[in-house]
């Protein structure tokens, strides 16, 4: 049996960000992305559930970075 694998879209959203929001933090580097899978003519990074895990802790870190210090 292989382990679930998350779309884009399916894993930005369960770490609760945006698509956009995703992309731009590989484009900034702050998470590296899958490789690219062909499945069939079309180009898909597939997430794994260690990948969605590590997507929240960049979250987690990310904002609190931006919260005011008391």
Do not use: C, F, H
């Not at 580097?29 to 990074?45: D, E, I």
């Not at 794994?48 to 987690?60: E, H, I, N, P, Q």
């Amino acid at each position: 049996m292989s382990p679930k694998t998350y779309t884009t879209q399916q894993a930005a959203d369960a770490a609760g960000i945006t698509r956009a929001t995703l992309q731009d933090w590989i484009k900034k580097k702050k998470v590296a992305a899958p490789k690219l899978q062909r499945l069939g003519n079309v180009g898909a990074r597939l997430w794994t559930a260690s990948d969605v895990a590590r997507l929240k802790a960049v979250k987690k870190e990310i904002y609190q970075e931006k919260r005011p210090k008391k």
